[in-house]
């Protein structure tokens, strides 16, 4: 069972910065992608960014230039830097990661979601 812990939300005014950490844990045998998404009140779950194993990023077109994704391989983490935050980033952010499990299985965990609000 892999498990998917997530920290760093909270409030912030219009132009500041947040910074998302996700740690992943369990019977990981290897990790593909790690991914983050967002759901905004009365909207759909989005996607935000993904990074995968070899270090490639894909950003939506909303967060390019603001975001920055980075992972760290050895510590199943993945964060999130969020700068110049504006009121249409309030959401609440999901991390996603993708993998093997240590008996070989694929599989697809989500963290609980941390809230962003963005405010003044």
């Known amino acids: 069972q892999v498990r998917l812990v997530e920290s760093g939300g909270g409030l912030v005014q219009p132009g500041g910065s947040l910074r998302l950490s996700c740690a992943a844990s369990g019977t990981i045998f290897s990790i593909n992608n790690m991914n983050w998404y967002r759901q905004a009140p009365g909207k759909q779950r989005e996607f935000v960014v993904r990074?995968?194993?070899?270090?490639?990023?894909n950003y939506a077109d909303s967060v390019k230039g603001r975001f920055t994704i980075s992972r760290d391989n050895a510590k199943n983490t993945v964060d999130l830097q969020m700068n110049s935050l504006k009121p249409e980033d309030t959401a609440v952010y999901y991390c996603n990661v993708d993998g093997r499990s240590d008996n070989w299985q694929i599989f697809s965990a989500w963290g609980q979601g941390t809230q962003v609000t963005v405010s003044s």
């Open positions: 990074i995968s194993s070899g270090g490639s990023t």
